[in-house]
């Protein structure tokens, strides 16, 4: 039972210390690996003040430099597990900023997939994954589990051949929550054959997962026709493909994918439907899109030549701007999203800036914050052309995100 880690790395190691991160404390430990261990106690249960103050025990006898981060307050219910989640790995992604880890690791184990799998088929999720992933990133934190292999009966029965101390759970004993009804009345129950089995399942879900998605990113999902000739399951991982694009953690219900397979398929031009964690759904000129609905209204004055990077757009002015009509004597510049009565001169004619997003058939979306450059007379001198299949090239002086 030996890691297969990068010993170049230095590693943050998310303890409990519950016999699965114990136990791979030890491993790490006599492996020759480089870590720092940190536990989070929440205060939840009676034991946990002194669970912590053995951790902190065990990691000065081992000579670990150790973190702790000890909170409460609130109560055993409202969607606890994903506070603490939420609250540990705030945590680490803050110690990652200080101290300069490669990664962090978590003890979760082969008990820990099974039991997710079985959860996730029991509330028929469409997912982009089935079980954990070994790795993953949270908070910009690299996470890695390295024990997804192991079951848990082997992590207990390492730590009891090596003296490795830990504390046992005692509510992960209870059948109060679904996942430890899974887990105590069928995964532990199950024989090393029907695991493996099960594993085999998981992965070759997994794999089918996979293709699909392989075969969907070579579409262009923004395209309503396209998105019309699929099936009504690839139509789904399509939409949540395209919402994950703006927000990582969000995902549509079959029924909202439905809601909007109808709007696609209208006959109206323009359609919103309001999605999840302030996320819509947008039809316009045959295009779709998910955007996040915030404040559009923003304003920059630019002084002389820079570069600026921003949520609304990015431009580097330092070299030659002709492109964009900027000269020198058009400084100090403004760029702000368009407003309602903005005009602009064309050829020697003024036209409404409006007009010009409907000639472009800019979605309307966009049009709420579209950035326009004016010069110190505060008169429009530039506005980035809408182009549905923009590709930015590496000289690109200005571009709208």
């Not at 065990?58 to 307050?73: D, F, N, P, R």
């Not at 909007?260 to 996320?279: P, W, Y």
Request: net charge positive; charged share 35%.
């Amino acid at each position: 039972m030996r890691l297969n880690l990068d010993k170049k790395h230095k590693y943050l190691l998310a303890c409990s210390y519950g016999p699965d991160s114990m136990a791979l404390f030890h491993m790490l430990k006599s492996e020759g690996y480089e870590f720092e261990a940190a536990i989070v106690n929440y205060r939840l249960r009676e034991e946990s003040d002194q669970e912590m103050e053995d951790f902190i025990s065990y990691c000065k006898a081992q000579k670990i430099e150790y973190h702790k981060l000890v909170v409460g307050g609130f109560e055993k219910k409202n969607n606890l597990e994903a506070k603490c989640r939420a609250i540990r790995y705030k945590f680490f992604a803050e110690l990652k900023e200080d101290y300069i880890f490669d990664e962090v690791l978590v003890a979760h184990n082969q008990d820990d997939l099974i039991e997710t799998y079985l959860l996730q088929k029991k509330r028929k999720n469409k997912l982009f994954f089935y079980g954990i992933k070994e790795s993953t990133v949270i908070n910009r934190v690299k996470i890695r589990r390295p024990l997804l292999s192991i079951s848990k009966a082997d992590l207990l029965k390492y730590c009891e051949e090596n003296n490795v101390p830990f504390a046992i759970d005692k509510t992960n004993l209870e059948n109060d929550f679904e996942r430890n009804k899974i887990r105590h009345e069928i995964v532990e129950k199950m024989n090393k054959e029907e695991r493996e089995e099960l594993l085999k399942q998981i992965q070759y879900r997994n794999f089918l997962i996979e293709t699909k998605l392989d075969y969907l990113s070579k579409l262009d999902l923004e395209d309503a026709e396209q998105l019309e000739t699929l099936d009504i399951e690839e139509f789904i991982y399509a939409i949540n493909l395209l919402v994950k694009r703006v927000d990582e953690a969000a995902s549509v219900s079959k029924k909202q994918c439905l809601e909007i397979l109808k709007a696609i398929e209208s006959d109206k031009s323009n359609v919103e439907i309001k999605l999840t964690r302030g996320l819509f759904f947008e039809k316009s000129y045959g295009r779709v899109s998910i955007y996040k609905d915030k404040k559009c209204d923003y304003s920059y004055r630019i002084d002389s030549p820079i570069e600026l990077d921003t949520e609304y757009f990015y431009l580097n002015f330092l070299g030659d701007t002709s492109n964009r009509h900027v000269t020198p004597n058009d400084y100090p510049l403004t760029i702000r999203n368009a407003k309602a009565n903005d005009t602009y001169v064309i050829k020697g004619y003024q036209v409404k800036v409006n007009r010009l997003f409907i000639d472009w058939k800019m979605p309307p979306h966009l049009r709420k914050r579209w950035p326009v450059i004016l010069n110190k007379e505060n008169k429009i001198i530039y506005i980035p052309r809408y182009q549905k299949s923009f590709v930015v090239l590496n000289n690109t002086n200005f571009y709208v995100k």
